[in-house]
């Protein structure tokens, strides 16, 4: 694991910002994988700018989210589709038939996952992908005690990861209880990922992740076993870590 440790949230998401762009001048075909939440948010916004400024092309690219949450119709506010194209897709020229997120309203969800699969090894795997962590340690929706062999499938959010984006809804009631999210096993097969978290809340998980033993218990601590991760962490996220 690379580890870099930065002063705050700005930061963090300049220097992924630039490890994205280096990707894409490297292959401007690369297949990224996304995410949402509000880690990720100032890194797209960085990454608007360089494309504004014409130092990165989307033509080429090609993107597969992590994770959507089931029974949400995509132009709900709280839908991640309706997120990605508010935070990103509506700013840069990815072409609309190359950016993939799982659907959340697809009539068999099992056919779903699968299909959602196969998108992502028919575009030859994914180049970098994008993640943070929730405070249980989980990656995409892959809460505590899962399966490192899953793949794309459906899963219950954790208590914890309802509780966490009811701050997104009216009330908790309105917080989907169910998701499909990429599976560990699909995130591992990656050529590459970069990890980013800011905030004291995020501490403990991220001193689990990499100093602590690898178990489904903190999904993320697979990470270790991951030969080209990139962790970009703040000074408040990073202050748990015991190296
Ligand atoms: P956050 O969520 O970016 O909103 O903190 C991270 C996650 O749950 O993966």
């Given at each position: 694991m690379n580890i870099i440790?930065?002063?705050?949230?700005?930061?963090?998401?300049?220097?992924?910002?630039?490890?994205?762009?280096?990707?894409?001048?490297?292959?401007?075909?690369?297949?990224?994988?996304?995410a949402t939440?509000?880690?990720?948010?100032?890194?797209?916004?960085e990454l608007i700018k360089f494309y504004k400024e014409g130092m990165i092309d989307f033509e080429n690219?090609?993107?597969f989210n992590?994770?959507?949450?089931?029974?949400?119709d995509p132009t709900h506010e709280q839908s991640y589709a309706r997120f990605m194209e508010e935070n990103l897709f509506q700013f840069i020229n990815m072409k609309e038939k190359n950016h993939h997120i799982p659907s959340g309203t697809a009539l068999e969800f099992e056919a779903e996952c699968d299909r959602y699969e196969e998108l992502i090894h028919n575009a030859g795997g994914i180049d970098l992908q994008i993640l943070g962590i929730g405070r249980n340690g989980h990656i995409g929706f892959?809460?505590?005690?899962i399966k490192f062999e899953a793949i794309t499938h459906i899963v219950q959010l954790d208590e914890q990861t309802i509780n966490d984006?009811?701050?997104?809804?009216?009330?908790?009631?309105e917080v989907p209880k169910t998701a499909i999210s990429m599976g560990i096993k699909t995130i591992m097969?990656?050529?590459g990922i970069i990890l980013l978290a800011s905030g004291k809340e995020k501490?403990?998980?991220?001193?689990?992740?990499?100093?602590?033993?690898?178990?489904?218990?903190?999904?993320?601590?697979?990470?270790q076993l991951h030969p080209n991760v990139t962790i970009i962490v703040d000074e408040a996220a990073a202050s748990k870590i015991n190296l």
């Open positions: 440790v930065v002063k705050d949230y700005s930061e963090m998401s300049r220097k992924a910002a630039h490890l994205f762009v280096g990707q894409i001048l490297q292959k401007p075909n690369s297949v990224l994988g996304l939440g509000s880690t990720p948010v100032g890194l797209y916004k690219v090609i993107a992590l994770d959507e949450y089931l029974n949400l892959n809460e505590p005690d984006n009811a701050r997104f809804f009216n009330n908790i009631e097969q990656s050529r501490a403990d998980a991220v001193a689990g992740m990499v100093s602590g033993k690898i178990t489904p218990e903190l999904p993320a601590s697979v990470l």
